[in-house]
């Protein structure tokens, strides 16, 4: 079966310190893989989405990146990280062309100081 | 792009009681899901449902894609069920996936 991880689960970061979150995806290749961020109370936004290694579209320009460097591996990074960076990040995956449901990770809570 | 709008924003209720939670979206989809986020953060898939009817114990979901609504019933609620129900919708992309819009949500409190 599928599994998808996501680390670390909760982070405190300086404002203007560098940010790289990590997800894989197991028992599964070339996947959907996508990133959202939750402020807190409210919905779910999509920052990041890729179907294949290198490839990334990006939904709302900010001051984060993306990046795949591998099938089953999505980064989240960011150079300088701000105050309203701050929320849980939580990264999803679908398996192409199989099915057209989404499965999340356990999410990593970030807060900027 | 695809609006998705969820109602109630709040519900309280007594446990044993049966809810209705709506998702309305501006635009003919033929991709949604609903979730449930537990208080620790995780979503949980309660169902994906572009069309149609589903029931998984005391969960059914519906979806009329004619009329752009899902509705998600809760029968004989329990205070496990507390939490925020979301309601995605999936938009196709030139890259042949789907992009997903999430409702605001409906924040569920099932009193003991």
């Known amino acids: 079966s599928q599994t998808i991880h996501q680390w670390p689960a909760t982070l405190v970061q300086p404002v203007g310190s560098p940010l790289s979150l990590e997800c894989t995806v197991e028992?599964?290749?070339?996947?959907?893989l996508y990133w959202y961020r939750q402020a807190a109370g409210r919905g779910l936004q999509l920052l990041f989405y890729s179907v294949g290694i290198g490839q990334i579209s990006s939904e709302v320009p900010q001051n984060l990146s993306a990046s795949r460097p591998q099938d089953r591996q999505f980064i989240l990074s960011s150079k300088k990280l701000l105050l309203s960076d701050s929320g849980f990040y939580l990264c999803a995956w679908r398996l192409s062309g199989r099915s057209d449901e989404q499965y999340f990770g356990p999410g990593t809570r970030l807060t900027v100081t | 792009g695809i609006q998705v709008e969820q109602s109630p924003p709040d519900l309280i209720l007594q446990e044993g009681a049966n809810s209705t939670l709506r998702c309305n979206f501006s635009?003919?989809?033929?991709?949604l899901q609903w979730f449930h986020q537990n208080p620790w953060g995780q979503l949980i898939n309660l169902f994906y449902?572009?069309?149609g009817t589903k029931q998984n114990g005391r969960l059914s979901a519906t979806t009329v894609a004619t009329e752009r609504y899902s509705l998600l019933y809760i029968s004989s609620s329990q205070t496990t069920d507390s939490g925020v129900y979301f309601c995605a919708v999936g938009e196709g992309t030139t890259s042949g996936t789907y992009k997903y819009i999430f409702g605001t949500g409906t924040r569920l409190k099932v009193l003991a």
């Open positions: 028992g599964t290749s070339n996947p959907n």
């Open positions: 635009d003919s989809v033929n991709n």
């Open positions: 449902i572009p069309s």
